[in-house]
């Protein structure tokens, strides 16, 4: 009974507080609509074809490219995400999406990365994403560090 409230409660707040990303995220989710969907803790979680993974307020769209333990955590990483869009309700957008997206898009910041061996989950978005997952799914997160 408890989870079943919990999940009303994930969803109730993601259409709501979180409302801004949900409707992005469902606009994405409704374009994707052919593709594979799974329930991954009350999110919707959609297989794509990109080689990175999203987050949309009640929405997740995972690379179909992972496979294994490195979809295991990314499912995990990207629902930390989702908690982040929780906490921040309509601040999700320019205090997670808009610096993690330059973070991960960006050239400059790409060739930084790869030339000074530095992880893209080491940025402050996406290691708070990783702890929060850690903490609420339990999953340990060890290939995304």
């Known amino acids: 009974?408890?989870?079943?409230?919990?999940?009303v409660i994930?969803?109730?707040l993601q259409c709501?507080?979180?409302?801004?990303q949900t409707l992005a995220g469902a606009v994405l989710f409704?374009?994707?609509a052919k593709r594979r969907h799974f329930i991954y803790r009350g999110s919707i979680a959609t297989d794509w074809n990109r080689s990175q993974s999203l987050s949309l307020g009640l929405f997740i769209f995972i690379?179909?490219?992972?496979q294994g333990k490195l979809r295991e955590e990314l499912c995990a990483h990207e629902y930390g995400h989702c908690i982040q869009s929780l906490m921040l309700g309509v601040l999700y957008l320019p205090v997670i999406v808009l610096p993690s997206?330059?973070?991960?898009?960006?050239?400059?910041?790409e060739r930084h990365r790869s030339e000074n061996g530095i992880s893209?989950?080491?940025f402050f978005t996406e290691?708070?994403?990783?702890?929060?997952?850690?903490?609420?799914?339990?999953?340990k997160l060890e290939l995304l560090k």
């Open 120 to 122: 893209y989950y080491s």
């Open 1 to 7: 009974m408890i989870s079943v409230l919990k999940r």
């Open 101 to 109: 997206s330059v973070w991960c898009m960006t050239p400059g910041f």
């Open 16 to 20: 709501t507080w979180g409302a801004l």
């Open 63 to 66: 690379s179909e490219q992972a």
């Open 10 to 12: 994930f969803t109730v």
């Open 30 to 32: 409704l374009a994707l």
């Open 127 to 139: 290691r708070w994403a990783n702890s929060l997952a850690e903490r609420v799914t339990g999953t």
